[in-house]
Structure formats: C-alpha cells, structure tokens
C-alpha cells in the first residue's frame, strides 16, 4: 500500500566514511518497499557513490537525487564544547548537468584549498558564485544558520539568510529536522520566523544514518570505530532512533503542524531530473614526460623491466618471456589499458620507495608478466604457470562498469593484503 507523499532528501550512504553503512541496493529497496518514488543521497562532502547510486535507484524503479551535505568555513563563536564542533552543513541538490558540474567543481576546490588533516570546507563566496542548477538546503540544527542563532548571532544569520536568498531565489528552503534534540528543538522558532519573514519555503528532512531500528546497535559500534571509543563509554557522541530511515507516515505525523513541509519534499523531487548516465571508466593520461604516448611508454617500461628482471634469473628460456611479454601488451594495447598499468605502477614504485608494504600479488592481475615486468607484482608468472587470459581477454565481453572493477580491482587489493 503507497504511504503518504513523502521524500527523503538527506540520506548518507556506506560512502560517508564511518558516518552510515547504508548500501545504495538496501536504500533503493527500502525506498521500493515503503512507495517511495524518490530519494537523495547527501552524503558528507563527496560524490563518490553517485554512479553506483543513480544505477540502484534506476534499476529498482526510484528517482535518484544526487546531493551532498557541503560542510561551510563560517567561524561561528559561542560556548566552549567538550568536543570540537564540525563547520556547519548545508544540502545541496542537483537539479540537472549544469548544477552536477557545479557541485564537483565546489567539491574541488575546497580539497584543495584544505590543508592536509583539516577538516573540508567551502568558502561562502564561492558557493555563491557557482549555485546554478543546485537546490539548497539551509542544513537544520547543524546548518550556518541554526548555528549561528545558537551561538547569539542572529543579525549575523539573518544576514546570511539573505545573501543565500539573493543567490538562490526560489532554489532556496528553510530545512527543518525533528530528531528530537536540544539544538533543534531551540532553533526551530528562529528558523520558522526567519522562513516566514522573508517568504521562504520549509522543507522537513530526516538526517538518515541507518535503514532500520535493528540496525541501530551496529551503526552504534559504527561511531565508536570512527572515534576510537568503546560502547560501554557514557561521555561519547551517539546518534538515536530518530536517525533511521523513517516511513512516510511517520514523517507526516511528526510534521503535521507543516504539512508544506511534507509537500515540499515532493515538489523538490519534481524539480531535480539529473541521473548520472553510466559510462566506462575515465583513467587520468599518464604524463610520460619523454614525448611518447602511452602505448610507447608502456612497451619501453615493460621491456627494460623485463630486462632487468632477466639479469636476476629467471625459470624457463628468455624467449618464453619475451614471448609472452609481447603478446600481454598487444591486448594491452588493443583494450585501451597502457595507461592504467603506467599509472599503477607509478604509484607502486612510489610506496615501495617510501617504505610502504605493498605485497607481492594476488588475485588475476598476478598473471600478468607485463605487471610483473613493471614491478606492480614479484610473483614470477611463467615460474607458477598463471594464466594472463584471466586477467584480460579481449575475447570476453564485459558488461559497462564491471569491467572497470575487474580490472582495477586485481592489483589494488594487494595493498589491503600486504
């Protein structure tokens, strides 16, 4: 039976690091479940998992809506807190290509302008700048404004109310969430007043963490890991019930003293129409600084590793290697892969030159005399009869995205298993 209009508009996924263990499968199954058309996926200043999330969402029948939570370098003064407190938060949607791009140009720029262990934030002026084809969302409790209320620093919030209205026009909601909490529970009139004041539209969100009350005990264990605390600590940060993915029944009740609320998920569903589109994996060119491209790059570093690795010994006649090295990057070269292995091994020599335990290989990619030739490997394949052709074969077609992670897949996890 479909449930009264609602839709969620502030999820994190497994892709907030040690925030949500939510898949993006489980989300979409849940959003089927309980007739949810839509939903967004606002996970903490990335969109890593935008791909694997529009294809979820499409295949079980859900709009997806791509957004992130977009932490703001506003310093905000107010009274001391055991903990330190993260910049506050705003939602921002996309609407379509236009506000994509803008949302990954933002994204950007602020980790590059943070410094290395430093928490990401983006500057107002350049939120403002790029805000075309984005909806905004004024973040609830942990947004500027509620923050900057509960910190005394209401002129200083209405101002900023107003600078973002300018910016976003009609793009632009009051968030209000309901998990009961003390900072919710002490903004919410300034946030009303404000909205009402200046005619902007309310919005109600829940700031989903987990799909279901069951899962509450694990995501739990989830926050100690995060912040190196045990369960059994009383003086740590913990995240109740009210953070689970809640029905649409359940939201309309806690807000039906703003039903525009409610209806306003809807029309904010209605208004976001971009996708991301599937596509093969896009590899960054491999600069090899001596003028050849990357096939040729690819065949002097194999040769010359080959070479090398020769000179220390090898197990069966020279010609067999050489043999099978030229064959390997043949349908290298022919599946479009040279600069991949560049790239890989790029960073291989890198960590093995700082120390870094790298492993000596599994999986297919340990097949592959090429890699073993570049050192992204030290298992000899020729010596333990491993085959390249399970590595890859042009002669097995490989659906779109899979054979990104196939590919990509084999060599890395040899850093995890080192």
């Known amino acids: 039976m479909t449930e009264p209009g609602f839709v969620h508009l502030r999820v994190r996924s497994a892709f907030s690091l040690l925030e949500s263990a939510v898949t993006h499968k489980g989300l979409a199954q849940a959003c089927l ?4 058309p839509a939903v967004a996926v606002t996970d903490r200043a990335n969109l890593f998992g935008v791909m694997p999330f529009c294809a979820a969402a499409m295949a079980a029948g859900v709009q997806p809506i791509v957004g992130a939570l977009v932490p703001l370098a506003i310093e905000i003064a107010g009274p001391g807190h055991r903990r330190p ?9 996309v609407q379509n290509e236009t506000g994509y791009g803008n949302l990954l140009r933002l994204l950007s720029r602020a980790y590059l302008a943070t410094e290395p ?8 002026d350049e939120l403002i700048a790029a805000n075309e084809g984005l909806i905004a969302l004024t973040g609830g409790a942990g947004g500027p404004l509620a923050r900057l209320a509960l910190a005394g ?21 009051i968030e209000i969430g309901r998990h009961d909490e003390e900072a919710e529970n002490r903004s919410e009139p300034f946030l009303l007043d404000l909205a009402y004041a200046r005619n902007i539209p309310l919005v109600a969100t829940n700031d989903v963490h987990f799909l279901e009350p069951s899962m509450h005990e694990a995501h739990d264990a989830l926050i100690c890991l995060a912040e190196g605390s045990q369960v059994a600590v009383d003086d740590r940060r913990r995240v109740g019930l009210d953070y689970r993915f809640k029905t649409a029944e359940e939201m309309t009740r806690l807000f039906a003293d703003l039903p525009e609320a409610i209806e306003n998920t809807l029309a904010i569903a209605r208004r976001c129409a971009f996708a991301a589109p599937a596509r093969d994996p896009i590899l960054p060119p ?14 002097v570093q194999a040769e010359a590793g080959l070479e090398r690795r020769i000179e220390r010994g090898v197990h069966g006649p020279v010609e067999a290697y050489r043999e099978r090295l030229a ?37 297919s990619g340990a097949g592959s005399v090429v890699a ?17 052709e399970r590595f890859l ?11 990104g992670r196939q590919i990509v897949g084999a060599p890395l996890l040899r850093l995890r298993h080192a």
């Open 33 to 36: 479940a309980r007739g949810m």
């Open 153 to 173: 620093e209401t002129e200083a919030a209405g101002r900023l109310c107003a600078v973002l209205h300018r910016a976003f026009g009609d793009r632009l909601y």
């Open 85 to 93: 407190q993260r910049p506050p938060s705003m939602v921002l949607l």
């Open 117 to 124: 262990g430093a928490e990401i934030a983006l500057a107002p």
């Open 372 to 388: 073993w030739a570049l050192e992204i490997t030290d298992l000899d394949p020729l010596r333990f009869g491993l085959l390249f």
């Open 327 to 363: 064959f390997e990057l043949d349908v290298i070269v022919q599946m479009k892969f040279p600069g991949y292995f560049l790239i890989v091994s790029d960073f291989i020599r890198w960590a093995k030159g700082e120390g870094i335990p790298v492993g000596p290989g599994r999986g």
């Open 393 to 403: 074969n042009p002669e097995q077609r490989v659906a779109a995205g899979w054979g």
């Open 286 to 299: 491999f600069d090899t600084g001596a003028g050849r491209d990357e096939n040729e790059e690819l065949r």
